[in-house]
Every structure is written in C-alpha cells, then in structure tokens.
C-alpha cells in the first residue's frame, strides 16, 4: 500500500485546510485510517483516526475543527481543518492500519511521506 499525501500549505488562523491522502496498492487490506501531526522539536502525535466499521476519533485539540472523511471510490482519504490555529502548525502525515486493535491508537503498517501545514498568526 502506497500512500500519497497533498493539501498542505500556508494559511492565516481562521482559515481552512483540507488534505487529502490517495492510496493505492493492495487497499482491501486496510481496516483503518488516520491522521497524525509532528510540530518541530516536538513527538509525533494521533490527530484523528477512521475506523472502516465506522468508529472515529479526534484528538481534544482539533475536536469540532477538524473531521476525517474517506471516499471509497476513489481510494482518498481526507481531513478538513477549518478554525485553524498556529499551533495546528506541523507536518500532517496519512497512515493506513490492516488491524484497528486498540482503536484509536492503531499500529500503522503504512505511513505518507507527509505534507506541511502552517498557519499564521
């Protein structure tokens, strides 16, 4: 599974985001999905996460501005960041999990090569 992220760039706070992820390979394997962020100087951490049964998870600090949506067509896999903050300022990555064991915090099988995003005061 290949996973191909876009969407990133530069936007003042307030404004709105959207990223997408397009997979591609052996997608019948996925059972899940998210979103993770890394800020500089600072760990990885979950942002939201997409259950295929249906379960969704967001991070406290993106809850109500954020939401993570697939296509299924398609193969995309999508996050909406509206309201968006300075601290929101990180390299966003997609991820793609075979098993959603110990949902929300997944182990990821396959990982993005990342897309920046930073907002401005």
């Known amino acids: 599974v290949q996973l191909v992220e876009s969407g990133g760039g530069w936007v003042q706070a307030g404004g709105s985001l959207r990223l997408s992820c397009a997979a591609s390979?052996?997608?019948?394997?996925?059972?899940?999905m998210g979103w993770d962020r890394q800020a500089p100087g600072k760990e990885r951490e979950l942002v939201a996460v997409?259950?295929?049964?249906?379960?969704?998870h967001y991070a406290d600090s993106v809850k109500g501005r954020f939401t993570i949506s697939r296509d299924n067509v398609k193969n995309m896999f999508y996050l909406q960041m509206d309201s968006l903050k300075p601290e929101d300022t990180a390299m966003y990555y997609c991820?793609?999990?075979?098993?959603?064991?110990?949902?929300?915090?997944?182990?990821?099988?396959?990982w993005g090569q990342g897309t920046p995003v930073t907002v401005s005061s």
């Open positions: 997409l259950s295929f049964d249906g379960a969704i």
């Open positions: 991820a793609a999990a075979e098993l959603d064991f110990g949902f929300p915090l997944l182990d990821y099988d396959y």
């Open positions: 390979g052996d997608i019948r394997s996925i059972n899940a």
